[in-house]
């Protein structure tokens, strides 16, 4: 018989899943990762689906661009100012049964461009 191969939740789930609601601010959500050291959470809504990624380069354009860091989370995935805009999670998601192969193979052929994300939630 041969070992299940590994998936992506074997990986992601020894470090717990950092989460956070569309409705926190952009300044809680920075809060959060630095709390949990963690460089991304996934945004839940309320039935804990995910609709969006905020990561610290989302931190880092909210801070050069100056944004209103009382803003939602919703509304900063829906503006042009997300890295990862909630629009693009079906295209950019990975399933946690995912074999860790086949996720990495997906990565390494996604666009390069400002909608590349690596994070594991």
Do not use: Q
Not at 15 to 44: I, K, N
């Amino acid at each position: 018989m041969e070992p299940r191969p590994t998936t992506v939740a074997d990986i992601a789930g020894k470090h717990g899943r950092v989460t956070c609601r569309g409705d926190v601010t952009l300044r809680e959500a920075a809060a959060l990762l630095v709390a949990t050291g963690r460089t991304a959470a996934a945004v839940v809504d309320e039935s804990g689906a995910v609709t969006g990624a905020f990561t610290e380069n989302d931190v880092l354009r909210a801070y050069r661009s100056d944004s209103a860091w009382d803003c939602s989370l919703d509304e900063w995935l829906r503006g042009s100012g997300a890295r990862l805009p909630g629009v693009a999670m079906k295209m950019l998601a990975v399933a946690p049964t995912m074999g860790l192969a086949e996720a990495a193979a997906r990565m390494r052929d996604l666009p390069v461009g400002d909608f590349a994300s690596r994070h594991l939630d």
